[in-house]
């Protein structure tokens, strides 16, 4: 790039549709289901059938309530529902219910991100396209399944305050974790229970006002939200850079081919033609009802996060990381908590938690939590006692680092007690006695050119002489112990 | 005042398709509904909050709670066309 060449800064702001984990629908008493045959959770109100009227799911309510009071918005004390009116078959009435300029919580923040706004909607019904091709593009028929629509949404809107796909990766990790821990949501991806679109756009550094921005729509994994977003980023700025235009569009990223396409032709603009709903009264928030969130509210990762700093003494890198993944912040506090002597020091147990154990189980990003129990360590053969039990023989150096990985490696395929392993392997760290003497005199001798180099003054020349030792005892030799034998012996 | 352009708009988002006698009525129709609220404006509405709703009744809210659904067979017989376990309509974007 030339020196004169404009350097052009993303600007994106994200919306997150949540399915809200209550027992009905949004405006009926269907019940919601996952999987169950088609059509056969319906009623006149979710068909749109004429002369049929809602009313709000005073649980779904409650739900909003509560993301609001997580997201630190300001909760209106009366909202109302408006009619967005559009034609598709998946929408039997020919609108949604939604909110409009009267949402259930304004303002906000997640971390350093901005909210704008939370509103409560309903879900669309599902249509599977038939057709030759079996995509929607030359199909000549659908069919509705009627199952999902009228499912209670939460709409979360942020500020466009994210500037890379990445950071929207990491943000909407918290924003899972936060709403998982509020136990409104399944938040699973793949059922459609989170989805997510960006608005994308792009602008020279150093400038304030947006530009022209595109909606990637519906993509269905963190991690093709942070491709999809990297992708259309790039787009936008080769776009302006060879002095053309971004135009307003809504785009569909295909993460196999990391190709953008255009959605909707622009003769269908948005045009909603909002009215507020007739047949739904205004939701008027009562202190009882506030009373009622404020009680069920959990303990949310920014405030774990704090209490693991602050009160556990955990580094801030640490703590961030068990509390941001839920499921490895209530194993490292079950372990913390566990009866076992030697007791393990709290950072150290975080580090086996969150690195060793991790690294092990697979799935570090927290993407496979929300499916199956991919990376959880809560669903492994691992017991928190047990990990707590290793971590502390580690960290009283009863074993060393190097075996307490072999007994992990034991533990997570086939569970057990680590003490029981390490007297059954013989993993018992050896203390720096006669035996690790002998040994240590034993590896000077086979490494010769490495301990004079390391008696001229290179300290790192010592690694072959580790090793050696390492082999001998299959690593159950303490490394500080076998250093500070080799430095006496070379009389250093 | 509502011009040509935007009953054609808005009939277009309503799949609505009128004749040029009927473009013109509603160009006069609208207009004169329009204007009609329009006087509202000019009224002193500083300290009048909007009416979303006439009646000033609140907190109608259900419990969550499920109550039986329609069978398919039910659901399904008000449909104009049926394929199988749902309802056929015509491709959205055929």
Not at chain 1, 461 to 466: M, S, T, V, W
Request: hydrophobic share 40%.
């Amino acid at each position: 790039m030339s020196a004169a060449a404009v350097e052009y800064e993303p600007v994106i702001g994200l919306e997150i549709h949540v399915q809200l984990a209550t027992r009905t629908k949004m405006f009926c008493g269907c019940e919601l289901s996952f999987g169950d045959p088609p059509n056969t959770h319906t009623c006149p109100v979710c068909l749109g059938l004429p002369g049929s009227l809602p009313v709000a799911n005073a649980r779904a309510v409650h739900f909003g309530l509560m993301i609001g009071m997580a997201l630190g918005c300001e909760l209106a004390p009366r909202s109302i529902f408006h009619r967005k009116n559009y034609f598709y078959p998946d929408l039997p009435k020919g609108y949604q219910i939604s909110q409009y300029d009267e949402p259930l919580c304004s303002g906000g923040h997640l971390g350093d991100v901005r909210i704008h706004r939370v509103h409560l909607e309903e879900d669309a019904a599902k249509l599977v396209h038939v057709g030759a091709s079996g995509r929607i593009h030359g199909s000549d028929a659908s069919i509705v399944d009627f199952n999902r629509g009228g499912t209670p949404l939460a709409e979360i809107v942020t500020e466009p305050d994210l500037r890379s796909g990445e950071q929207a990766r990491e943000w909407l990790t918290l924003l899972r974790t936060t709403l998982r821990q509020l136990g409104v949501s399944d938040v699973n991806m793949e059922e459609g229970s989170l989805r997510c679109d960006a608005n994308i756009s792009v602008r020279p550094v150093g400038t304030q006002a947006l530009g022209v921005k595109t909606e990637l729509k519906n993509m269905n994994s963190f991690r093709f939200i942070e491709r999809g977003i990297r992708a259309e980023v790039s787009r936008q700025q080769k776009l302006l850079g060879e002095g053309g235009q971004v135009v307003q569009e809504t785009l569909h990223f295909d993460p196999a081919s990391e190709r953008i396409t255009s959605l909707r032709s622009k003769e269908e603009a948005h045009d909603y033609r909002y009215f507020p709903e007739p047949d739904l009264l205004p939701v008027a928030i009562e202190q009882a009802m506030l009373e009622e969130a404020r009680a069920a509210m959990p303990e949310l990762p920014a405030a774990r996060a704090q209490r693991l700093e602050q009160e556990v003494g955990l580094s801030s890198d640490s703590a961030h990381q068990l509390a941001f993944r839920a499921d490895l912040g209530d194993y490292f506090e079950a372990a913390l908590s566990a009866k076992v002597d030697p007791a393990p020091p709290a950072q150290a147990l975080a580090n086996w938690v969150a690195g060793d154990l991790v690294g092990r189980l697979g799935g570090d990003d927290g993407e496979g939590a929300g499916g199956g129990a991919g990376g959880d360590p809560n669903h492994s053969r691992v017991q928190a006692s047990a990990l707590a039990a290793l971590v502390g023989l580690v960290s009283a150096k009863r074993i060393s680092v190097g075996a307490g990985r072999q007994v992990l490696d034991r533990l997570v395929a086939e569970g057990g007690d680590p003490l029981a392993i390490v007297q059954s392997e013989g993993l018992e760290a050896m203390d720096g006695g006669e035996d690790l003497s002998a040994i240590v005199a034993a590896a000077l001798t086979a490494n010769a050119d490495a301990a004079e180099r390391v008696r001229g003054g290179n300290a790192k020349a010592i690694g072959p002489i580790i090793g050696h030792v390492m082999r001998e005892t299959k690593g159950r030799a303490d490394g500080g112990e076998v250093t500070r034998l080799v430095n006496e012996q070379l009389g250093l | 005042m509502i011009d040509r352009d935007e009953v054609l708009h808005v009939a277009r988002l309503a799949r609505l398709q009128l004749s040029e006698q009927e473009v013109q009525a509603m160009t006069g129709e609208l207009s004169a509904v329009l204007d009609h609220i329009a006087k509202i404006g000019e009224l002193d509405l500083d300290n009048v909050s909007p009416t979303s709703h006439v009646v000033e009744v609140t907190g109608a809210l259900r419990p969550d709670e499920p109550v039986a659904s329609l069978t398919r067979e039910v659901a399904l017989a008000q449909a104009p066309a049926v394929s199988g376990d749902g309802f056929l309509v015509p491709s959205p974007q055929a």
